[in-house]
């Protein structure tokens, strides 16, 4: 008996399809409930922690917020957040160097927020230009943070995560003196590798420049209901 | 390196497929963009591992690299870039960030027996 010839099949299928579903199921579910989801990349020590500190502080009198908080391995991060006086929770990761859809989706079963009760949730990811970037979480804006001690040329390395990205950040702006940062050159660094990107130059700790980016997520919020609101509407 | 948790997704989709077929897999053909954000030469060596005590085990990985192709709305047409640091049009210069494709990350075909 001769062994059966080798024969290609054409199959398509996307890799996350997994990851994909679940993020889409998440997104449809934070739209209906009116909550605008932002998720925040990085390298470890950019101040993603401080910055989602501030954005949490400045944004509560106003807004009902949220943080989920990827980590490998301590709840550092959930308590210095915890300091916002939002609710924020925890997800630790383990070994794992970033966050997938289903990690958001359990912890904001865990959480048991009521999302309609919520105008943002935040998700801050692992430190990592790398990972985070081939996986949808259901965010409405994925931000990127830059700090100036990084050097301006960060975004010609690491030109996948700024791609997935929507928004960049310019951080610890108050230190840029210091380091000799060109911030004309990560300006241009950052359009080269994402033409037309929205980007925002601040400092977490002196809040220079915090209004303008606070501004920005209003009016996001606002679209997105509206958006919704209209969609509704047709139905 | 998250190449080993694309190698196991890869896996479960490829079995599912295979089951479906009654069919043992030789080859896994692949397209991988280069802003997928998957390094080739690590989801290689990952797969080999995730496919141990697998029904794919023995298999191999067949990687398609798919460069990045923009849309130049000066030009009015599908450009390819040489480089993923400078998103413009390599005929006019015109920035592009219009992207076609590059981000791939699919299985396209199945060696069976």
């Known amino acids: 008996m001769t062994s059966p010839e080798p024969r290609l099949v054409e199959v398509r299928k996307n890799i996350l399809k997994q990851n994909d579903l679940t993020a889409r199921a998440l997104r449809a579910r934070f739209r209906g409930a009116g909550v605008f989801v932002v998720s925040l990349v990085s390298s470890p020590g950019s101040g993603k922690t401080t910055f989602l500190e501030k954005t949490l502080t400045l944004l509560r009198p106003r807004y009902r917020v949220a943080a989920l908080v990827g980590d490998l391995a301590t709840e550092n991060d959930a308590t210095r957040l915890a300091r916002s006086r939002a609710p924020v929770k925890q997800i630790i990761t383990g070994t794992l160097c970033h966050l997938e859809a289903a990690m958001v989706e359990k912890a904001v079963a865990e959480a048991a927020w009521n999302l309609s009760d919520l105008d ?33 040329d960060k975004p010609l390395k690491y030109p996948t995560i700024f791609n997935s990205a929507d928004v960049a950040i310019v951080t610890k702006n108050d230190l840029a003196g210091a380091v000799e940062f060109d911030s004309q050159a990560a300006l241009r660094n950052i359009q080269a590798v994402r033409p037309g990107m929205k980007v925002f130059q601040l400092s977490a700790k002196s809040g220079a420049g915090l209004n303008e980016y606070l501004q920005f997520l209003a009016q996001r919020l606002a679209e997105s209901r509206a958006t919704v609101n209209e969609n509704a509407a047709r139905v | 390196m998250h190449e080993l948790s694309i190698a196991m997704s890869i896996i479960d989709v490829v079995a599912e497929e295979a089951a479906r077929q009654q069919a043992r897999v030789d080859a896994v053909h692949l397209k991988v963009g280069v802003l997928s954000g998957v390094v080739a030469d690590a989801l290689q060596f990952s797969y080999e591992m995730a496919c141990r005590d697998t029904p794919l085990q023995g298999s191999r990985l067949v990687i398609e690299e798919i460069p990045i192709v923009v849309f130049c709305s000066r030009c009015q047409v599908e450009r390819t870039l040489e480089s993923m640091q400078l998103f413009c049009c390599p005929e006019c210069g015109t920035p592009s960030g219009d992207l076609r494709h590059g981000k791939e990350l699919e299985v396209v075909a199945l060696e069976i027996q």
């Open chain 1, 120 to 152: 943002f949730l935040f998700i801050e990811n692992v430190g990592n230009l790398v990972c985070p970037s081939s996986y949808d979480l259901g965010e409405d804006l994925r931000i990127v943070l830059l700090s100036v001690t990084e050097g301006e």
